[in-house]
């Protein structure tokens, strides 16, 4: 019996390599759609907003090209393989050089790659674009969470008389182009909404543009994409786009004066706990002492990267810490999801509604945060950061504490 034999008659006794193969080819498959679900928030095929767009029509056709090529080599290789397979045939006859072949296989990937330079340069300088901004809003990376700070002025027409800053959920208008200035206090960070734009890095120390425009209202969703620590995994932001005139009444939510909750109650008491053992590091802008002096954070002698968030209108936004705790029941984040355009405006500035307000991570962020949030690997490494936290510490307070508290944060509006 020579080899070829031999190998035929094995290959003849296994059970049906066929099908196995082509069971694992429809596994395959089965994955490969499975990323294509029509509502993955995150899927930078679904542009939702003019960079995007932009984006979207430079990448599909690389897309396809990459794709048609890669399928042709892969093939081709499939086929080689197969066909030249070893079955102890003589070797081929040895040739070296081909001049005709070796030119058009210079020549052929370099159109290709001349095709796809000459719109990515024109894209990359339109996405860079500045002139025709709208609105600047300051975006500072930190772990882990974004901070927003609107600057006072104009943004899309709608008039912005105090500094607004808030966290975790970026709310723009519709159909204006707005400039985010991007950095960040500690390490690199990246900040990125598919459905609207591109990825942006942000540096320490540098100071990033990246264009944001939606064309509809609704909630779309990013996470941090620069490894930037133990938490990374918990770094998340949003875009909220509101329609002008609804974008107005949420800058007027965020400006309205502050509201001391009613004497006795537990939301006073909550006030008091506030002050007592976290306004050290958050703000609640307005929040005044017994005395009527203002009560003001000093987080950068507490936190590594010197700030933490806002705390003023909490339940006007959805999730907490680095975006990635909801706040909302299930059922109404699902109705925000799936809310788009007309309504979406209405629906987002009711701010959590009691129906809506879903206390447990909240709660539980009170009560223990690094465990929701793990800040040192090594958990006595406080000493090298002289004592500073990089997020928020558990305080060990205790549940009375954390009902007051409760009551005070969601009184906020
Ligand atoms: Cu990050």
Same mark, same amino acid.
């Given at each position: 019996m020579d080899r070829s034999d031999k190998t035929m008659t094995t290959l003849g006794d296994m059970p049906?390599?066929?099908?196995?193969?082509?069971?694992?080819? &429809?596994?395959?498959?089965?994955l490969v759609l499975a990323g294509c679900a029509k509502d993955a928030p995150q899927d930078y095929f679904q542009?939702?907003?003019?960079?995007?767009?932009?984006?979207?029509? &430079?990448?599909?056709?690389v897309f396809y090209i990459a794709g048609i090529v890669g399928v042709i080599v892969l093939g081709a290789v499939g086929?080689?393989?197969?066909?030249?397979?070893?079955?102890?045939?003589?070797?081929?006859?040895?040739?070296?050089?081909?001049?005709?072949?070796?030119?058009? &296989?210079?020549?052929?990937?370099?159109?290709?790659?001349?095709?796809?330079?000459?719109?990515? *340069?024109?894209? *990359?300088?339109?996405?860079?674009?500045?002139?025709?901004?709208?609105?600047?809003?300051?975006?500072?990376?930190?772990?882990?969470?974004?901070?927003?700070?609107?600057a006072t002025g104009s943004c899309g027409g709608v008039e912005i008389a105090e500094p607004i800053v808030t966290s975790g959920e970026l709310v723009i208008p519709t159909d204006t182009p707005v400039l985010l200035r991007i950095t960040s206090r500690d *390490?690199?960070?990246s900040y990125w909404i598919p459905a609207l734009n591109g990825k942006r890095d942000a540096v320490p120390g540098r100071l990033h543009t990246l264009r944001m425009q939606a064309d509809e209202a609704g909630l779309y969703t990013g996470q941090c994409t620069e490894f930037c620590g133990l938490s990374h995994a918990r770094m998340r932001q949003a875009a909220v786009a509101l329609e002008p005139a609804d974008f107005q009444t949420w800058v007027d939510n965020q400006l309205e004066p502050y509201a001391a909750p009613e004497a006795d109650s537990l939301a006073a008491e909550g006030e008091g706990t506030f002050i007592a053992n976290c306004s050290k590091c958050h703000q609640v802008n307005g929040i005044a002492n017994s005395d009527g002096s203002p009560v003001l954070s000093d987080p950068d002698l507490y936190v590594v990267s010197g700030v933490a968030p806002n705390l003023t209108n909490l339940l006007t936004r959805t999730a907490i810490a680095g975006w990635t705790f909801d706040i909302l029941t299930e059922e109404c984040r699902t109705t925000l999801w799936e809310t788009r355009g007309a309504g979406f405006g209405e629906l987002y500035l009711q701010g959590v509604t009691p129906e809506c307000f879903d206390e447990v991570a909240l709660r539980e962020w009170l009560r223990n945060p690094t465990g929701m949030k793990p800040m040192f690997a090594d958990a006595t490494n406080l000493e090298s950061t002289g004592g500073k936290y990089r997020g928020m510490p558990n305080l060990n307070l205790t549940e009375d504490q954390?009902?007051?508290?409760?009551?005070?944060?969601?009184?906020?509006?």
């Open positions: 049906s390599p066929r099908r196995r193969w082509t069971r694992a080819a &429809l596994v395959g498959l089965g542009p939702k907003g003019p960079n995007a767009e932009k984006i979207d029509n &430079l990448q599909r056709p086929y080689i393989v197969f066909k030249f397979k070893d079955r102890g045939q003589d070797i081929p006859e040895q040739s070296h050089g081909n001049p005709k072949l070796e030119i058009a &296989l210079t020549i052929l990937p370099a159109i290709i790659l001349a095709g796809i330079a000459v719109p990515t *340069v024109i894209t *990359v300088f339109e996405l860079d674009k500045k002139d025709d901004t709208e609105c600047i809003i300051n975006v500072t990376g930190q772990q882990w969470w974004w901070e927003y700070d609107y *390490v690199i960070h954390i009902d007051q508290l409760i009551a005070f944060l969601i009184e906020r509006k």
